[in-house]
C-alpha cells in the first residue's frame, strides 16, 4: 500500500468509530481523507496546511488518534521517502489505534506516496 492509501484508511477506520468527535475533528477527517487528491496534484505540502489544528480538549482520545494519522501522513514529507521509515511511523500509529479498541490492517510494505 501508499502512505497516503493508508491516511485514507485509517481516517476512515476512525471515522467509522464510537469514538466521540467534534465538528473541527470531522474537518480533520475530511482533510486526511484528502491526502490523495493533494498527492495527485504534486502539493502534499498543502494537504499538510489544510489540516485544522487541533487541541483535542473536545474529546481528547479522537484528537491523539487524528494527529497520530496526520504524523503518519507527513513522516516523510520534507525528506526523501523512506519505507522503512513508513513502515517504522505505521507500527507507531497502528498501535495507537489498537489501544483505542481500533483494528488497523496489517501492512508488510509501503513502498510510495
Same mark, same amino acid.
Given at each position: 500500500?501508499?502512505?497516503?492509501?493508508? /491516511? /485514507? /484508511?485509517? &481516517?476512515r477506520?476512525?471515522? $467509522?468509530?464510537s =469514538?466521540? $468527535?467534534? @465538528?473541527?475533528? !470531522?474537518?480533520?477527517? +475530511?482533510?486526511? @481523507?484528502?491526502? *490523495?487528491?493533494? =498527492?495527485q496534484r $504534486?502539493r502534499l505540502?498543502?494537504?499538510?496546511?489544510?489540516?485544522?489544528?487541533?487541541?483535542?480538549?473536545?474529546? *481528547?482520545v479522537?484528537?491523539?488518534?487524528?494527529?497520530?494519522i496526520?504524523?503518519? %501522513?507527513?513522516?516523510n514529507?520534507?525528506?526523501q521517502?523512506? *519505507?522503512?521509515?513508513?513502515?517504522? +511511523?505505521? &507500527?507507531?500509529?497502528? @498501535?495507537? =489505534?489498537? !489501544?483505542? %479498541?481500533?483494528? *488497523?490492517p496489517? /501492512?508488510?510494505?509501503?513502498?510510495?506516496?
Amino acid at each position: 500500500m501508499t502512505v497516503s492509501e493508508l /491516511v /485514507v /484508511v485509517l &481516517a476512515r477506520i476512525v471515522e $467509522r468509530s464510537s =469514538l466521540a $468527535r467534534s @465538528a473541527n475533528q !470531522e474537518k480533520i477527517i +475530511a482533510g486526511l @481523507a484528502a491526502m *490523495p487528491e493533494y =498527492l495527485q496534484r $504534486r502539493r502534499l505540502d498543502l494537504w499538510e496546511h489544510s489540516i485544522p489544528s487541533e487541541d483535542g480538549s473536545d474529546n *481528547p482520545v479522537m484528537g491523539w488518534l487524528l494527529d497520530e494519522i496526520f504524523e503518519f %501522513g507527513r513522516c516523510n514529507l520534507y525528506t526523501q521517502f523512506s *519505507p522503512e521509515r513508513s513502515l517504522q +511511523a505505521y &507500527a507507531t500509529v497502528g @498501535a495507537k =489505534l489498537l !489501544e483505542a %479498541g481500533l483494528s *488497523p490492517p496489517q /501492512v508488510e510494505e509501503i513502498n510510495e506516496w
